[in-house]
């Protein structure tokens, strides 16, 4: 009897190497104990949340008692959390960003799909620059749209501006791009931006269709060297930008996110009505009421970034050792390392036998690469040294 749906049946396949790794990483852990498994394949943030976060879930209790304290609400969420937002997006955009341009989402993912629901007809394309966040092509494909990913510049993985130019056809609806980048770690500069922009603008003109721009940016402030992101509000009008503060606060199972239109889109407010729409009839009805409250007095605070900064650091040194060839991320959890070998699987099993455990690149669309998280503790960053070491030989005796 069919069970499922095709094209879920289709995913779950697709998707099946991150159950096996997480599978294997289980199998491992109680074989070997927790502590000899360096398991570097999850982005779980785990940097604890700010002092800050107890103080404000004490607010929010004391405010338990009233009536509608976590009640229906508009579905754009409560007036004084897209307010919060909204401040804190017009600082980082150097741009008025008014509260009534601010949605509250059910994450980054939820945005997205809420993004994608309001304006993607069957057929339509996203490109996105490769390699990109594994769950995109599912949320494209949610509504009939198809995600075009195209390869960015090898190895330093900035954002090839030309091969996205040649993507483009009179049915691409957007460009999603996420910087700082989940997987490489990069963050696109003022420059690759600004050549971008004018490749949609000169688009738009050509065809006359809407070429909306997705900025997905839950890693905004995880920006290890003080980099510019620049802002795109002042770039582009057709920007949208979705973020969440599962990684700036590390509150990512308190699911709270945004959606942000910028105020120079011709047509903003039918845009933003029908996020709102979506928001409701995908059945997320609005944002979780405790994580807005709590986000409200937390609108400035962030998780300790030296936390995450010393382990980047730390796994650079071991892959340097081992003479494994990086970029360094200058952002997000992430390193995406260059295989010793072509095939970049036969360097993670050689890894797992080292009981090191990573996904590799053509799971993100690029292989030839493999993902490392740095969200893991420094013990298992050093502890895995030797490890790297023994796998490139390895892999390297059998050339
Ligand atoms: N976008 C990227 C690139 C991510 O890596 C993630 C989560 O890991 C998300 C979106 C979804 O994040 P959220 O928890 O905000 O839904």
Known sequence: MKV???????????????????????EMKHKFGADNVYDFS?????????PAVKNSLYQVAENSGKQFAFGYMPNA??????????GSLSREQQFEVPPSHVVLTVGAAGAINVFFRATLEPGDEVICPAPYFV??????????????????KDFTFELDVTAIEKALTPRTKAILINSPNNPTGQIYNRAEL???????????????????????????????DGVEVPPLFGLYPYTVIVGSYSKTLSLAGARIGYLAVCPNMPDAMELINGTVMTNRILGFVNAPAIAQKL?????????????????????AKVLTDAGIEFTMPKGALYFFPKSPVPDETVFIDAL????????????????GYFRLAFCVPMSSIKNSAA?????????KSQL
């Open 295 to 315: 986000l409200t007095g937390l609108i400035n605070e962030q998780i300790d970034l030296n936390i995450y900064r010393e382990r980047r650091d730390e796994m």
């Open 194 to 224: 600004e050549a971008l922009a004018s490749v949609m603008r000169r688009h738009m003109e050509k065809t006359g269709n809407v070429l909306y721009l997705i900025s997905d940016e839950p890693y905004r402030a995880l920006n290890f």
């Open 352 to 367: 797992m036998k080292e009981h090191i455990l990573g996904v590799p690149g053509k799971g993100f669309g690029y292989p």
């Open 77 to 86: 969420g409560y007036p004084e959390s897209r307010a919060a937002v909204a």
């Open 4 to 26: 499922l749906a095709d094209n879920i049946k289709n995913a779950m396949s697709e998707s099946s190497f991150i159950r096996r790794m997480f599978e294997a990483g289980l």
């Open 42 to 50: 999850l982005g779980n943030p785990d940097a604890p949340p700010p």
């Open 135 to 152: 769950e995109y092509k599912f949320y494209a494909s949610n509504y009939g749209g198809v995600l075009k990913p195209v390869p960015a």
């Open 387 to 395: 490890g790297f070491k023994r796998a490139v030989r390895a892999v």
